[in-house]
């Protein structure tokens, strides 16, 4: 079982940074991961994801430019840095590992439980 905490959520005022952290097991480094967002009444969806060795990332089109996800194996964890936030991007964020690399969420095997992120215009 891998077991994925997600932290670093918070309140912001619209057109400030936030990072998040999902810190995975000490086999994380084998996992493709991906952060994946729901806002209230709505779906979710993508928002980024890293390939193992960090050679391959993917954006939704609503982050590309003010979003950027990372990782540091050395620390089993995967960031998503958060800059020029918009209300639009209140939701809850969760961050997903999969063996294989996918911007699906039915890719993923594993989910953390979520971090709320609130954007206040």
């Known amino acids: 079982q891998v077991q994925l905490v997600e932290s670093g959520g918070g309140l912001v005022q619209a057109g400030g940074s936030l990072t998040l952290s999902c810190q995975g097991p000490r086999t994380f480094r084998n996992y493709a991961v991906g952060w994946f967002r729901q806002a209230a009444g709505k779906e979710r969806e993508f928002v980024a994801a890293i390939s193992w060795i960090a050679g391959v990332k993917d954006y939704d089109d609503s982050a590309k430019g003010r979003f950027a996800i990372s990782r540091d194996n050395a620390k089993d964890t995967v960031y998503l840095q958060m800059n020029s936030l918009k209300p639009e991007d209140t939701a809850v964020y969760y961050c997903?590992?999969?063996?294989?690399?996918?911007?699906?969420?039915?890719?993923?095997?594993?989910w953390g439980q979520g971090t709320q992120v609130t954007v206040s215009s």
């Open positions: 997903a590992a999969g063996l294989r690399y996918t911007i699906m969420q039915n890719g993923y095997d594993y």
